[in-house]
Every structure is written in C-alpha cells, then in structure tokens.
C-alpha cells in the first residue's frame, strides 16, 4: 500500500461524515464576500443588502478606523511579534486597555486575541477542578468551552430562570469556589440575561459573576457602554468579557473588572501566556472605535431606532420575532429546510441573511436571524422588508 492511500484510508472517516452532512443540509457553506463590510455588501459575485453581520454601528469599514489603522502601522509596524509575558508588550496595548476600561466603568482590561479565547482565558484562570460553574442553558459555545477547559464542574441552568438557578445553588454547595456565567445578551434570539437578579443572588450565595457582554457593547449603556452600564451594576459583577470583533467593528477580546482581577488573569491565563497579542492595526483600529463611541451617541441610537422601525413594521406584516428585546432580529419559521429556502429565495432578491438551525438553535427553531445596523438607511430597510413580505408570502409564511 503506497503512503498516500493508507492517509487516504486514515482520513475516511472524514469524507463519510462530511457525506452525511451534505445529506442531511447541515454542511457548512461559507459564502465569500468580495468588498467591504458596510450596509451592501458583494458577495459571491453579486450585490446584495448586508443583514448578516455583526457590524453594529458600521465602523468595520470607517474612514477613522482605517486611518488609525494606518498611521499607526506607519508609526509601529504590523505585527506584536511576541507572547506579551515573554518579549514585552507593546505601548499601543497598554494604551488601548486603559482606554477601554475607562470607556466600560471599570478599574482594569486585559486585552486578549477575541472573544472566544477571553471566555476561555477568564474561567481557565479563575477556576479549577475543585470549583463549579453555573451556566445559563443558551451561552455561547466560547463560553461552553472556557467551562471545560477550566475542569470545573460544570452544572446548567434554564435559560434566564433565576428560580432554576437558586434551586441549584441550594443543592450544588461542596465546592472552593462558584461562579456564574451568562451571555449579556443571547445572539440567536435578542433577549437579555437578567443580570440585576443575578448579581443580588450571586451576592446572597458568595458566587463570583461573570457576563459575556459580546453583543451588548456598542449597543447597550449610555454610549453604548454594555450591559453593567444599562443596569446601573458597576462593582457587582466581576468578570466582563467583550469582543472588539461585533460593534467595536475589527477584532478581538477583552475582560473588564476589578484591577486584582485582571492582574490576577495576566499570570494565570493560558491564552495570555502562551499566544501572541493583537497586531498593531488591529489595536489602533479599536482605539478610534473607542474615539467614536466616546464622542457621540448617534451611531447607537440610529443602531436602535433601525431596530425598533424594522421590528414594527416585520410584526405588523406578521412575522414572529421570537422574544427579541434588542435589535437583532430573530424572524422565526420553525422547521431548518424552511429558514434555509426562505434565506435562499432572500439571496435571490438581493438580501444577504443568515438560516440559522439545529445545533446552534433547539430543534424546531430554525430561523432567520436580521442583524441590523446603525449603516442601514431607511430605503435599505424598506428594500430589506418588501423582500421579506415577498418571500414570506410565497412560502406562505405570512399573509
Ligand atoms: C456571546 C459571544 N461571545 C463570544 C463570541 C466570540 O467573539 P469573537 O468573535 O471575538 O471571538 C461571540 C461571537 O460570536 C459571541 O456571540
């Protein structure tokens, strides 16, 4: 048997699974877009309205960011070049933490390479195989992740159920430490944790608290400072994670909280001790995010008065919304071949958005999932919603 078939009979496996997905419509098609993010986008050759991303205020592709990018490459150079704890950080980190921590109302920030390894930095530093996490049943898979790297047990509770949760903290009370974790707000349907009930239970039973604030930066606060800003928490909730990769418009992570905290991730954390740190335009692009944010709040309320004119006029046709509280948009329609077809016919029209089915949603779930922009006008939206009306009426999904 030459080498090359025994690899091929090696990697079998693969080609059957990946088989069976295509089967079964759950393979992964990623579509390739060709210009810059914003509110149309071209992709795959053709161009269509952008509600997919999570470009909320529309800075992926702002001149200020761009120009920051720049001029700091100009100044700095690309990349980091090193592990932040080995070689040294660079000026433009230590600058973009104080920044933003200033920007969130806490004493300190990490910066991390995203949000997916700032979950997993967060619970792997602070909690261990004697500890247990309290995960709400929707979070992330970052966060899911984070869990399970932590060796911590892990033990869930129903979706945004503070009853559920107290139940198991009066039964699951022979560990070191306890922490509970929650998304800020829940991507696939819009709705937001109920973080004032969970700092005060967190309090009653001496449980640390950590939130994933991935997509409420940007969106929810004064100026779109996130969740603990909405709910007035500052100081009572320890751990806050965020992602510079949705409304901040470039790419990254960050965890916000009390300076012994984050000086206490920066020695224990794996993703900082062993990855390199953000490029260097990445980190001046965040900055000027920080600048626009800082400076005006119309990109968040023109991102929320979208939401609430696009939410009125999709119930007013008779689309089911789900529980959505924010302005991503979940368009429920049930069964996955159905969201699939209805976000086929979309593309048809010139509308980019996103199916969304098992497993990323329960079963019986599937949806179209609208993620709106401050970059959308309104003849974007009435674009946006007449294409809906007319897809949702030939599947018969509406009236
Ligand atoms: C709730 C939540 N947390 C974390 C992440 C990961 O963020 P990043 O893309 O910066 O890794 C995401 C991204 O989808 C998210 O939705």
Redesign the pocket.
């Known amino acids: 048997m030459t080498a090359i078939t025994t690899a091929q009979n090696k990697l079998r496996f693969m080609a059957e699974e990946l088989a069976e997905l295509d089967q079964k419509g759950l393979r992964v098609h990623i579509r390739t877009i060709e210009s810059p993010q914003g509110a149309w986008l071209q992709v795959d050759g053709k161009r269509v309205l952008n509600l997919a991303s999570?470009n909320y205020l529309g800075l992926a592709n702002h001149p200020h960011l761009v120009e920051a990018a720049k001029d700091a490459m100009d100044r700095l150079g690309v990349g980091p070049a090193a592990v932040r704890t080995i070689a040294g950080t660079m000026s433009i980190h230590v600058e973009a933490e104080a920044r933003l921590a200033q920007f969130k109302g806490a004493e300190a920030v990490i910066l991390l390479q995203?949000?997916?390894?700032a979950?997993q930095a967060a619970l792997g530093a602070v909690l261990g195989k004697e500890d247990a996490i309290f995960s709400d049943g929707l979070n992330?898979a970052?966060?899911i992740d984070g869990a399970r790297l932590s060796r911590a047990k892990i033990i869930v509770y129903p979706h945004n159920d503070v009853a559920g949760l107290v139940e198991l903290l009066e039964r699951e009370t022979e560990y070191r430490r306890r922490l509970i974790v929650t998304?800020g707000v829940f991507?696939m349907d819009g709705d937001i944790a109920p973080l004032p009930a969970l700092a005060d239970v967190a309090e009653r039973y001496g449980c640390l608290l950590m939130v994933?604030d991935?997509?409420g930066e940007g969106v929810l606060g004064r100026g779109g400072r996130g969740i603990v800003d909405h709910f007035g928490l500052h100081g009572r909730v320890d751990i806050e994670?965020g992602?510079?990769?949705?409304a901040f418009g470039v790419?990254?992570?960050f965890i916000a909280g009390p300076k012994l905290l984050v000086d206490y991730v920066r020695t224990r954390a794996r993703p900082n001790l062993f990855s390199s740190a953000l490029t260097v335009p990445d980190t001046a692009a965040c900055l000027a995010s920080v600048d626009l944010m800082e400076a005006s709040t119309a990109l968040v309320d023109r991102l929320w008065a979208n939401g609430r004119f696009f939410q009125a006029e999709m119930r007013r046709l008779g689309f089911d919304l789900g529980k959505t509280v924010t302005p991503i948009t979940p368009v429920m329609l049930g069964e996955a071949p159905l969201a699939k077809e209805f976000a086929r016919q979309l593309y048809e029209r010139g509308v980019f958005a996103v199916a969304i089915g098992f497993p990323t949603v329960a079963l019986g779930q599937a949806r179209i999932r609208v993620m709106l922009s401050a970059a959308h006008t309104d003849d974007d939206l009435h674009y946006g919603l007449e294409q809906f009306a007319a897809v949702g009426r030939s599947l018969g999904v509406i009236q």
């Open positions: 999570n995203s949000g997916f390894t979950n992330h970052s966060i998304d991507s994933d991935a997509h994670v992602t510079l990769s949705k790419v990254g992570g």
